[in-house]
């Protein structure tokens, strides 16, 4: 890992530094870290810290020793939660974690895993921005703003008089001059680089996958949860970059039956011709899904379960199992509609549309599409669906034995610099 780090002390400091961080403790900060260790904690900070090394080389070692080792089946885009009691971290603001399962006060990070049904480990790590940490977007005098990524429209709040009356109020918000000097106050104190600016989770997951690319690594197949996977230029991101994918969606994304074509529209005469359109409205897969009933699924298993330690010798494994069943779509959507996504034909891309349905249930509780081949089994489409279940090992096992949450550093490179050195544990059943 550190072969390319230029100077000797460094390289024995980021050794004790990951001694540090595989030895037991329950925490893994840099006080009881050097404690462990019997160093001071000023070395392991400043290493951390304000070193001159380049993490980027790190980065590039493990993530090849680690796609060598694991030998992936797929590669798996997620995010992960880092609760925190002040607001001076890094990118830390008030967000939705799915860790976390509510608003809260965290840090996010968007990360890349190579995985199978044995082993896991981290290729890449990114901070997320939230928009409070960029000035680019905060609306200026006129209203405008600059950052091209951020959210157009902002909920004023409202309160409610004893009838139940709206009155709404504006917001008190600092002067604009005030907001854009408190923002790059806290940038510049978390050393937050000029180019690291708010733009989506979906598109962070696209420039490391450009990374790895750079680097010579790239996916049998990725997938990622709904969060990504309904975003249409996330998908389209990864067909143009050549990777294959199974990513899950929501039940409101819509689509076309597989077997739906475009119809000519007239000509009125004048202006550009038409492009050829449907000629009904795009539904919603879960009113697709609906259409063919539960009877058209199947029991299909996935994976076999994690022998126990209570497990009795000689006692086989049960399967993983649930009811599936698989069509032919096309995704539509105003984003989808807009070239190149769709072509002059009107002919939307057609793609898997796989869904899970438990017996009992009134309808599917999981969605999928993927790009796989159309000669693809449907225990295959389940099997690499369901094959995102190794992440949340990796995220357990990095906060609770490694201490990728313990980091109580402030500043960007600080947190880089520890979650790049955690990538070097592989996981393993």
Same mark, same amino acid.
């Given at each position: 890992?550190?072969?390319? &780090?230029?100077?000797?002390?460094?390289?024995?400091?980021?050794?004790?530094? &990951?001694?540090?961080?595989?030895?037991?403790?329950?925490?893994?900060?840099?006080?009881?870290?050097?404690?462990?260790?019997?160093?001071?904690?000023?070395?392991?900070?400043?290493?951390? +810290?304000?070193?001159?090394?380049?993490?980027?080389?790190?980065?590039? !070692?493990?993530?090849?020793?680690?796609?060598?080792?694991?030998?992936?089946?797929?590669?798996?885009?997620?995010?992960?939660?880092?609760?925190k009691?002040?607001?001076?971290?890094?990118?830390?603001?008030?967000?939705?974690?799915? +860790?976390?399962?509510?608003?809260?006060?965290?840090?996010?990070?968007?990360?890349?895993?190579?995985?199978?049904?044995?082993?896991?480990?981290?290729? *890449?790590?990114?901070?997320?921005?939230?928009?409070?940490?960029?000035?680019?977007? @905060?609306?200026?005098? *006129?209203?405008?703003?600059?950052? /091209?990524?951020?959210?157009?429209?902002?909920? =004023?709040?409202?309160?409610?008089?004893?009838?139940?009356?709206?009155? /709404?109020?504006?917001? &008190?918000?600092?002067?604009?001059?005030?907001?854009?000097?408190?923002?790059?106050?806290?940038?510049?104190?978390?050393k937050?680089?000029?180019?690291?600016?708010?733009?989506?989770?979906?598109?962070?997951?696209? =420039?490391?996958?450009?990374? &790895?690319?750079?680097?010579?690594?790239? /996916?049998?197949?990725? %997938?990622? *949860?709904?969060?990504?996977?309904?975003?249409?230029?996330? $998908?389209?991101?990864?067909?143009?970059?050549?990777?294959?994918?199974?990513?899950?969606?929501?039940?409101?994304? %819509?689509?076309?039956?597989?077997?739906?074509q475009?119809?000519?529209?007239?000509?009125?005469?004048?202006?550009?011709?038409? %492009?050829?359109?449907?000629?009904?409205?795009? !539904?919603?897969?879960?009113?697709?899904?609906?259409?063919?009933?539960?009877?058209? +699924?199947?029991?299909?298993?996935?994976?076999? $379960?994690i022998? +126990?330690? *209570?497990?009795?010798?000689?006692q086989?494994? !049960?399967?993983?199992?649930?009811?599936?069943l698989?069509?032919? @779509?096309?995704?539509?959507?105003? %984003?989808?509609?807009?070239?190149?996504?769709?072509?002059?034909?009107?002919?939307?891309? =057609?793609?898997?549309l796989?869904?899970?349905?438990?017996?009992?249930?009134?309808?599917?509780?999981?969605?999928?599409?993927?790009?796989?081949?159309?000669?693809?089994?449907?225990?295959?489409?389940?099997?690499?669906?369901?094959?995102?279940w190794?992440? =949340?090992?990796?995220?357990?096992?990095?906060?609770?034995?490694?201490?990728?949450d313990?980091?109580e550093? $402030?500043?960007?490179?600080?947190?880089?610099?520890?979650?790049?050195?955690?990538?070097s544990?592989?996981?393993?059943?």
């Amino acid at each position: 890992m550190f072969a390319g &780090l230029p100077r000797s002390d460094q390289r024995a400091t980021g050794l004790r530094y &990951l001694r540090g961080l595989m030895l037991d403790g329950r925490r893994k900060s840099m006080q009881p870290m050097a404690q462990r260790l019997g160093v001071d904690h000023q070395q392991l900070q400043q290493f951390l +810290t304000s070193s001159t090394w380049d993490v980027t080389d790190v980065r590039r !070692r493990s993530a090849t020793a680690a796609v060598d080792v694991v030998g992936p089946q797929v590669w798996v885009v997620d995010d992960t939660g880092f609760p925190k009691d002040g607001n001076a971290s890094a990118c830390v603001a008030r967000q939705y974690s799915g +860790t976390l399962g509510k608003v809260a006060n965290c840090q996010i990070a968007v990360s890349v895993h190579a995985a199978t049904d044995t082993a896991s480990a981290v290729l *890449d790590w990114r901070l997320f921005v939230p928009e409070s940490w960029d000035e680019t977007c @905060v609306p200026g005098p *006129d209203g405008k703003i600059t950052n /091209p990524h951020a959210r157009r429209l902002r909920q =004023e709040p409202v309160t409610r008089d004893a009838a139940g009356t709206k009155k /709404p109020h504006a917001r &008190l918000r600092p002067p604009h001059a005030e907001q854009i000097d408190q923002i790059r106050s806290r940038r510049a104190a978390s050393k937050l680089p000029e180019g690291e600016r708010y733009r989506p989770k979906w598109m962070m997951a696209l =420039e490391m996958l450009d990374e &790895l690319a750079g680097w010579g690594l790239r /996916p049998p197949l990725l %997938t990622a *949860d709904a969060g990504y996977g309904q975003v249409a230029e996330f $998908r389209q991101g990864l067909t143009d970059r050549g990777i294959g994918y199974i990513v899950a969606t929501t039940s409101s994304t %819509t689509a076309q039956p597989g077997d739906a074509q475009p119809v000519e529209v007239p000509y009125a005469g004048v202006g550009k011709h038409p %492009t050829p359109r449907y000629p009904q409205p795009a !539904r919603s897969l879960k009113t697709i899904a609906l259409t063919q009933g539960p009877h058209a +699924t199947r029991l299909v298993p996935w994976r076999d $379960r994690i022998a +126990t330690a *209570d497990r009795a010798p000689g006692q086989p494994t !049960r399967e993983l199992a649930g009811h599936f069943l698989a069509l032919r @779509v096309r995704p539509a959507g105003r %984003t989808v509609q807009r070239r190149p996504y769709c072509g002059d034909d009107g002919v939307l891309p =057609e793609c898997w549309l796989l869904v899970q349905w438990p017996p009992g249930q009134d309808e599917p509780t999981d969605y999928w599409l993927s790009d796989l081949p159309t000669d693809t089994p449907l225990a295959e489409l389940a099997r690499l669906a369901k094959s995102r279940w190794r992440i =949340e090992h990796d995220y357990r096992e990095l906060k609770t034995a490694l201490g990728l949450d313990h980091f109580e550093g $402030r500043s960007w490179f600080g947190w880089h610099r520890h979650a790049g050195l955690l990538r070097s544990r592989l996981k393993g059943v």
